[in-house]
């Protein structure tokens, strides 16, 4: 089953003759369409593009298997008539994405013509959760550019470079081998520094013997990686030693215990529950992992609570983490994909923390 046929199917379940889609990724995925701005009208018959001036040839080329419609000026100017024109007579649209302006003006507009406007909410995102060959096949590329960044980084890495430099020297890396656009900013976060899980890479410069957590990712054909590791320039104190074996030992059994049919709640607590028997439960203040894809942080959530249920060929992240203020973390993060009902890793680094003043692995 194609991706429109799958959500035609849902749009039936839903009761909607039509979904909007504004999203971007969700545009992507759907029609190939990669310009910035453009608007998806689906229903049961038809599939439309509609673009400005500046994307019609792009649109044509990047989406064949869409009507391209050249629109001028506001939605409110020419999505009636296109839904009219449709026989469309009940639209979803995203409520997570369009603004909250835009939609009032749409709904005045299409009421204005009898037609009904309803939110939805992850309408394409649940189909993105599960990925096809071709995206897995993207994301596995994804990976090993990242795990080629890590070991370059882990290789030029010296006591006295400044944060910024070593996540400049990685992105620079990165896009020489051939990544797209990098899907976030590269942590690279040195002692105290690290004590922050989305830190922001500073002047600071690294020392001997304290923790440095390096977050990087790549993108291959829009596909992201996601890729954590946590080293030091020597052997580390003895909190490093500790923390790291407990953060190590719980990403392990997550990987070896984690099943598809488990809910994304399941899946943290396996985790979380050596963490906090180690006693450092109130130090992983984050979840467990998150689905990758055309966005770096999407569907499926390991976190707390989560109900999204883990299924076959879903991509996320392992990525357990301790934080101490005024000390520093440890975070170790590898994606996985879920096959046979088991998770197999996508990320190939390895994970020996201990590196030389000299940047070479102690092995």
Not at 315 to 340: A, L
């Amino acid at each position: 089953m194609t991706r429109l046929e799958k959500l035609r199917q849902t749009l039936a379940e839903l009761g909607l003759d039509a979904v909007l889609v504004t999203q971007p990724d969700n545009r992507r995925y759907l029609s190939g369409f990669r310009g910035s701005t453009g608007w998806l009208l689906i229903s049961s018959k038809s599939a439309l593009l509609a673009v400005d001036f500046r994307y019609v040839e792009q649109a044509r080329l990047e989406a064949p298997d869409f009507e391209v419609v050249h629109i001028k000026g506001e939605p409110i100017t020419w999505l009636p008539q296109l839904a009219t024109a449709s026989g469309i007579r009940k639209i979803g649209f995203e409520s997570e994405h369009l603004s909250f302006a835009t939609y009032r003006k749409l709904r005045t507009a299409l009421r204005q013509h009898g037609i009904g406007f309803t939110p939805t909410d992850n309408l394409v995102e649940s189909l993105r959760a599960v990925k096809d060959k071709d995206e897995v096949d993207n994301i596995t590329a994804a990976a090993a550019l990242a795990d080629s960044a890590f070991d370059y980084a882990r290789s030029i890495i010296r006591p006295g470079m400044k944060e910024k430099q070593v996540a400049w020297e990685v992105e620079k890396f990165l896009r020489s081998q051939g990544s797209e656009t990098l899907p976030f900013d590269i942590i690279a976060a040195s002692g105290p520094n690290s004590a922050l899980p989305h830190a922001r890479t500073s002047e600071r410069c690294i020392r001997e013997n304290e923790p440095i957590v390096l977050d990087l990712g790549a993108r291959v054909n829009g596909y992201c990686s996601d890729l954590t590791r946590t080293i030091v320039l020597g052997n580390g104190d003895d909190t490093f030693r500790r923390v790291y074996d407990i953060v190590l030992g719980a990403q392990l059994t997550v990987l070896a215990t984690i099943a598809t049919g488990m809910s994304g709640g399941d899946a943290d607590s396996l985790a979380r529950t050596i963490i906090e028997e180690a006693g450092y439960g109130d130090k992983f203040g984050h979840g467990l992992g998150h689905g990758v894809g055309l966005n770096p942080h999407e569907s499926p959530r390991l976190s707390p609570g989560s109900t999204d249920v883990l299924k076959e060929n879903m991509v996320f992240t392992v990525e357990p983490g301790i934080y101490i203020p005024g000390w520093g973390g440890v975070r170790i993060e590898d994606m996985v994909v879920m096959e046979n009902g088991k998770a197999r890793p996508l990320s190939r680094s390895d994970k020996i923390p201990n590196t030389t003043s000299g940047g070479l692995l102690i092995r």
